[in-house]
Nanobody
Framework: QVQVAESGGGLVQAGGSLRLSCEVS????????MGWYRQAPGKKREFVAA????????NYHGNVKGRFTISRDNAKNTVYMQMNNLRPEDPTIYFC??????????????????WGQGTTVTVST
């Protein structure tokens, strides 16, 4: 059974940074594409970033390019997202997902079992 567990959310001032982590078990992690989505209250979940299993393909949503960086450590079954220059309008709940689309223009979403529970990021002014 796959388990996906995010951590690292919290409260930060505008312009600040956070690093999210996501540990995956029950999968052959080093063969899984990985990604991050986020969701604001009352809004649809949106693509933030994705990385292929090899790390050779990385894509970001346009409004986080240059601010967020996705990375992975296959030895630790963990994917990370470094978030810099956070803005109050950055949506609040961040989800880690296994086997996501690698580009933001694909609307397909993986099944519920491949998502973490989410971690909350709050950016204050």
């Amino acid at each position: 059974q796959v388990q996906v567990a995010e951590s690292g959310g919290g409260l930060v001032q505008a312009g600040g940074s956070l690093r999210l982590s996501c540990e995956v078990s029950g999968r052959t992690f080093n063969r899984d594409d990985m990604g991050w989505y986020r969701q604001a209250p009352g809004k649809k979940r949106e693509f933030v970033a994705a990385m292929s299993w090899s790390g050779s393909i990385i894509n970001y949503h346009g409004n986080v390019k240059g601010r967020f960086t996705i990375s992975r450590d296959n030895a630790k079954n963990t994917v990370y997202m470094q978030m810099n220059n956070l803005r109050p309008e950055d949506p609040t709940i961040y989800f880690c997902v296994v086997d996501p689309p690698l580009t933001p223009d694909i609307s397909y979403l993986p099944g519920d079992e491949l998502w973490g529970q989410g971690t909350t990021v709050t950016v204050s002014t």
